[in-house]
């Protein structure tokens, strides 16, 4: 058996160590780039944190209106067996004027042996306190 320490575990999003990446901000460390908090959001999709998830959504997002909502549709989607194999950041930009960034990924993804891998260009918004994901679209 491996005794390795959480620390010395490689990040799911493709960073060093958990506890230097993306386990700092499942923890409470705020994101300081969009670039972070989507990193993060996909280690804690990986990890399944729906707290965290839940937490870094923008108060303006579709699902923000309705926890319950929200943590039944995260329910079904950590009981989906999928499996993620990786993400790869395409790119990304500063935020414009009315202060949206955007973070464009390639996740890959598996179900069942089947290849569920997408291309996303995530909108984020800071709202005072970190950064937040606003929306997505899906190519």
Same mark, same amino acid.
């Given at each position: ?64 209106? *309705? ?5 039944? $549709?995260?329910?079904? +989607? ?5 499996? #993620?194999?990786?993400? @790869? %950041? ?24 089947? *290849? ?5 260009? $995530?909108?984020?918004? +800071? ?5 937040? #994901?606003?929306?997505? @679209? %899906?190519?």
């Amino acid at each position: 058996m491996h005794d390795a320490s959480m620390s010395s575990l490689r990040c799911p999003c493709g960073g060093d160590s958990y506890e230097a990446c993306c386990g700092r901000f499942h923890a409470g460390a705020e994101p300081t780039t969009p670039e972070e908090l989507m990193r993060s959001r996909y280690s804690a999709f990986v990890k399944r944190d729906a707290a965290y998830l839940w937490k870094t959504l923008h108060p303006d997002h579709d699902e923000r209106a *309705d926890e319950a909502r929200f943590q039944k $549709s995260i329910r079904e +989607h950590f009981t989906s067996r999928l499996v #993620y194999r990786g993400l @790869t %950041i395409l790119g990304t930009t500063e935020p414009d004027a009315e202060g949206v960034a955007t973070v464009t990924f390639r996740a890959s993804v598996e179900q069942r042996g089947r *290849d569920r891998s997408f291309s996303e260009r $995530s909108l984020f918004v +800071h709202d005072g306190t970190g950064w937040r #994901y606003l929306t997505g @679209t %899906i190519s």
